[in-house]
């Protein structure tokens, strides 16, 4: 911490939506400040949600006590499945404070933690940065824990950047090193996906083909080892990818199908654009005919899903984890 910093201790809200990164190192570090923000919080009667990895939800239980933790105003899930797709988790922010419309929402969200594959790690990175435009002006304060022993220090020093707020040691200031939600989210794009193997399964589609794309990708899940229901999910996901290629990337895209060790991957890449950097991140209207809807379906149906917007357009990769090889966590 330099000097032009001006640490503060205590937790002063200057605007209505507060958005810090908590950096902790230890179990008493964790319970000290987010205990402490989650008691103080419900001691005012205010909403809580605590998303955060099994292990430290636990933790927290214990340190909140039986009686604490049953609240009715307080909910407490666990991020490695309610973010287990990092995409999925600023619409479940939104309708956690969109359930509270006159209050102020208090939200403990840690998306990233050591056992994230390095694309999780990028799509939360993104979703970090997201938070600052889908909660801009709103009554809120999201903190976001960062475990400075485990993770890596290019993770920390991402959290600088997608953080308008830093907390460490009981002191809070503002980051000097903050970017505003299109520059990260610019800089995610610019991130190369890893190759896609030479043995993929590719298919050309067009207006008129999305029953061919289904059947492709039914067939080759199959034969990939996914289970009915999952395999259902998935298809309807490329299908919807396929559709949005139809309809905004061109009228035509590519479909790749491959394997990795642990997962189904479908990628879907046309000549389209995302400009809206909130696409698939609300819950969509049924009169929404923007393109969001789909994309909305597929961060709901997989467990992790990647973008790129380049030069050449879109890619979007679809993962759906294989049976008894669980997603990383």
Request: net charge negative; with cysteine.
């Amino acid at each position: 911490m330099t000097e032009s910093e001006h640490p503060h201790t205590g937790w002063e809200d200057p605007e209505p939506f507060v958005h810090p990164a908590l950096f902790y190192r230890t179990p008493e570090e964790y319970l000290a400040a987010v205990g402490g923000f989650v008691t103080s919080a419900l001691n005012a009667g205010e909403p809580v949600l605590v998303a955060v990895p099994g292990p430290r939800l636990d933790l927290l239980r214990e340190h909140l006590g039986a009686e604490a933790a049953s609240v009715d105003h307080l909910t407490l899930v666990d991020m490695t499945e309610f973010g287990r797709n990092p995409g999925r988790i600023l619409a479940g922010l939104r309708d956690f404070a969109d359930r509270h419309p006159d209050r102020p929402a208090r939200i403990v969200g840690e998306p990233i933690w050591a056992r994230r594959s390095p694309a999780e790690v990028v799509e939360a990175t993104r979703h970090e940065a997201l938070i600052n435009a889908a909660f801009t002006g709103r009554t809120a304060t999201i903190l976001c824990p960062y475990d400075t022993a485990e993770l890596p220090p290019a993770v920390c020093e991402d959290a600088r950047r997608t953080h308008p707020v830093l907390w460490e040691n009981g002191a809070q200031w503002a980051s000097p090193r903050y970017a505003g939600p299109a520059a990260v989210n610019a800089d995610c794009d610019a991130l190369a996906l890893s190759p896609a193997p030479a043995d993929a399964r590719s298919v050309v589609f067009a207006t008129g083909d999305l029953g061919d794309v289904r059947h492709h990708a039914d067939t080759w899940a199959h034969e990939a080892g996914l289970d009915a229901p999952r395999r259902g999910d998935f298809v309807l996901a490329v299908a919807e990818a396929a559709a949005n290629s139809i309809a905004h990337g061109g009228g035509h895209g590519t479909l790749r199908l491959w394997a990795d060790p642990s997962s189904c991957v479908a990628e879907i890449s046309d000549r389209g654009r995302l400009t809206d950097l909130l696409a698939g991140r609300r819950r969509p209207t049924l009169d929404s005919a923007d393109g969001g809807r789909g994309l909305w379906m597929m961060h709901q149906l997989c467990d992790l899903v990647e973008t790129r917007v380049t030069s050449a357009g879109l890619t979007v990769r679809l993962h759906m984890t294989l049976p008894n090889r669980p997603a990383p966590r």
